[in-house]
């Protein structure tokens, strides 16, 4: 009951490798048997399996440019053939900063941080004074906060 088994571990490699837009699940549909044991035996010859995400052949400046012109990061994808999710790791990685998705509600800039606050009453102010303040340490401070 070995019938699966007589696919040669490395020729799915090379063949996996040779085409760099191909997937796993694309090369179990060619072979008529599942992406298990496509997986399989991939791992098997060693392969390096590239993950959905992982698309190597989208440049983010080619990203950045559409989205810089006005386009969504939807249409950015659909432009590229890609995911909206892999136009948002494009975006990142070349820097450029993401639009709000509302026009009254704004991201704080400040990275690593994901607050969105309303751009109206000085909130966004208020959360960076309180959040992001530049403390630099006041002088002589021996019963210091904290
Ligand atoms: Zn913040």
Do not use: W
Request: charge should be positive.
């Amino acid at each position: 009951m070995a019938a699966k088994l007589d696919l040669d571990a490395q020729a799915l490699r090379v063949e996996y490798e040779a085409a760099t837009t191909i997937t796993v699940n694309e090369i179990a549909r060619k072979h008529g048997c599942s992406t298990f044991v496509i997986g399989r035996l991939l791992h098997k010859a060693g392969t390096v399996i590239r993950h959905a995400h992982g698309r190597t052949d989208i440049k983010p400046g080619a990203a950045a440019a559409l989205y810089l012109n006005g386009y969504t990061k939807k249409a950015v994808a659909r432009a590229l053939g890609c995911a909206p999710t892999t136009v948002t790791r494009l975006l990142k990685e070349a820097g450029v900063a993401e639009r709000p998705r509302s026009l009254t509600r704004g991201k704080c800039p400040h990275p690593g941080c994901r607050r969105y606050l309303s751009a109206k009453g000085g909130a966004l102010k208020n959360h960076e004074r309180v959040k992001h303040a530049d403390r630099t340490p006041a002088i002589g401070t021996e019963n210091s906060e904290g």
